[in-house]
């Protein structure tokens, strides 16, 4: 066997069966080894950005890492994008990264760069280069151990070409994973003192508490002892819809956010972080938890979510209680003139039993949440770590992870740009995808931003580079060009249409929504002020408010 073969054998006997793959010279004896590997499916992208965010889509999907192979720095620096985002989602990936033979380094070829420092900005806890033929398996039971541990991580095993073909090589067995532990009796009872404080108490799930079985615990803390449930801004994957808690997503504006944690005297953190505002602005508070509130660690990210909130319910006795589940509620079919939030309405409308969700529709998806609430059960997946063009290839992936369950993407139009090849692999691989784009011509979160930041005095050159407007991009001819069935509509009636379409047909379908900006003209003039203004105001106006803004 050489390197590339055993490596192949020691990933699949790992659970290991799906490389996504953009391949150049170095990584070929790694490309030819995938034929003596029928275990191992092969999927191509046409950037390697999608290939990063299909393996992360496929992971939060499957519970389990993909690979991707990628070539040398410059193909991972590409991808680094997405693996930033699976990176703060506690997503597993394994990359294997090609490199020249170890004694090609010394001639500073064209394409030698330094792999390990590009790849430590997204793969911190794993980046080796592999050094023997012989050791190579050992070095990829690291990379995977490393992986698919709490929490999951992204590690870089970097492949030199020599050691790929270099006969020698010889298959490892990837250790069982070892069990995380649960919330140790300080954390219980921290958290049991300050449920039963009488003061306002909240749970923050995150990660992998927000997945049936923990919010089901979760569900009956609440019952009980009227504890409120938030979520994080931006969940990994979120389980919900009829039959699931409820929960409330804190909203990804600071302001809103302030306004969902103004009254919480305790905030239990499960697999979350405090929240802080995405970005800091002039005068404005970075940390948003209120001066008055305690915060608690229940289980940190290394911990198991689900075991320690099952632990909590059980030692406030509220394992039995009856948890609030959600009613089957949908939205009726939107009519007239088409708008971000009514294409929301049609998603909640049609949404089929089982979908994946992939909400990347920036401020055309301020309704999304609301609108699909209380469609049938689904999973929703997030930007989690703010970089965007991780909708499409996530789409890619979740559906290889899920071929049975529709998979429906929502991106904005600015953001599908970034990764759009990830179309190709869609049609060529015959995926489940329905590919909504949003079509407002404007980088639009960016014009709230602009007036959010204070920027006075805003002028064309400013204006213009934020603007799509010239030449107007044409998506469901994109999606042609990529062997993907795409339409363009602009009304309620012919959307409709297209959705339901759409998912009664099998492989990838796009349609491109054609819609105002949902925050334009006066509602963008007064949002500032009336997010500056929503501290000075008593809390039931500001509730409201929020619910207005982002439900
Ligand atoms: C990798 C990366 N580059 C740039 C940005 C900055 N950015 C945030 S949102 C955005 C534009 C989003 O536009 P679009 O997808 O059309 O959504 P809209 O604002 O119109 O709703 C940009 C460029 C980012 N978050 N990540
Ligand atoms: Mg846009």
Known sequence: MNGAQALMKTLVDAGIEVCFSNP????????????????????????EGVATGAADGYARMADKPAATLLHLGCGLGNGLANLHNA???KVPVVNIVGDHAID???????????????ARNVSPGFVRTSQTTAELCKDAVDAITTARGLPGQVATLILPADVSWGEGGSPSVVPKQVESPTAGDSAIQAAVDAVRSGKKTALL?????????????????AAAKGVKL???????RIERGEGLPPVERVAYLAELAGVQLADIDHLILVDSKAPVSFFAYPGKKSYLVPDSCTVHTLSSPEQDAQGSLEKLAGALGADKAQPELQQLQRPSAPRGRLSAPKVCKAVGHYLPENAIIIDEAITSGLMLNAMTAGSPRHDMIALTGGAIGQGLPNAVGAAIACPQRPVIALIGDGTAMYTIQALWTMAREQLNVTTIIFNNASYSVLNIELERVGAEEVGDKAKSQLDLNGPVLNFAQLAQGMGVHGVRVDTAEAFNHALDYALSQPGPHLIEAMVPESLSGLKRKILPWVLRSLPSLPVSVTRTLKNKIAP
Do not use: C, N, W
Not at 105 to 114: E, F, M, N, P, R
Not at 205 to 221: N, T, V, Y
């Open 24 to 47: 150049g010279t170095s990584e070929m004896h790694f490309v030819a080894a995938l034929d003596d590997e029928p275990k191992m499916r092969a999927v191509l992208a046409l950037f």
């Open 104 to 118: 090609h380094v010394k001639y500073d070829a064209q394409l030698q760069s330094d792999i390990e420092t590009v």
């Open 230 to 236: 938030l979520a994080e801004t931006f969940p990994t």
């Open 87 to 89: 990176r703060k989602g």
């Open 205 to 221: 799930l995150g990660g992998r508490a927000l997945r049936e079985p923990a919010l089901m615990a979760a569900a009956k803390i």
